[in-house]
Nanobody
Framework: QVQLVESGGGLVQAGESLRLSCAASGMLFSFHTMGWYRQAPGKQRELVAVITPGGTTNYADSVKGRFTISRDNAKNTVYLQMNSLKSEDTAVYYC?????????WGQGTQVTVSS
């Protein structure tokens, strides 16, 4: 059973940084593309960043140059380093992967940026 557990969210001021972590289990982590999504109140869930097994990354335009996704295959963990946070980054952040065509989501971690 695939499990994803996020951590690292919190309340910060605009301009500050946070690092989110997502620990995966029940899967061959190094073989999977991992993603971070976010959902703000009243809005649809949106893709923030993805990283392939080979380390190729892709980002939403709104976070390019500020956020960095990375992975540690030895720890079965994917990270999202978020710098220069803005109030519009406030959302619940979710970790995501797919296994055999089935999507899996973590429980989410709240990020709140005060201006």
């Amino acid at each position: 059973q695939v499990q994803l557990v996020e951590s690292g969210g919190g309340l910060v001021q605009a301009g500050e940084s946070l690092r989110l972590s997502c620990a995966a289990s029940g899967m061959l982590f190094s073989f999977h593309t991992m993603g971070w999504y976010r959902q703000a109140p009243g809005k649809q869930r949106e893709l923030v960043a993805v990283i392939t097994p080979g380390g190729t990354t892709n980002y939403a335009d709104s976070v390019k140059g500020r956020f960095t996704i990375s992975r540690d295959n030895a720890k079965n963990t994917v990270y999202l380093q978020m710098n220069s946070l803005k109030s519009e980054d406030t959302a619940v952040y979710y970790c995501n992967t797919e296994s055999w065509g089935v999507p899996y989501w973590g429980q989410g971690t709240q990020v709140t940026v005060s201006s």
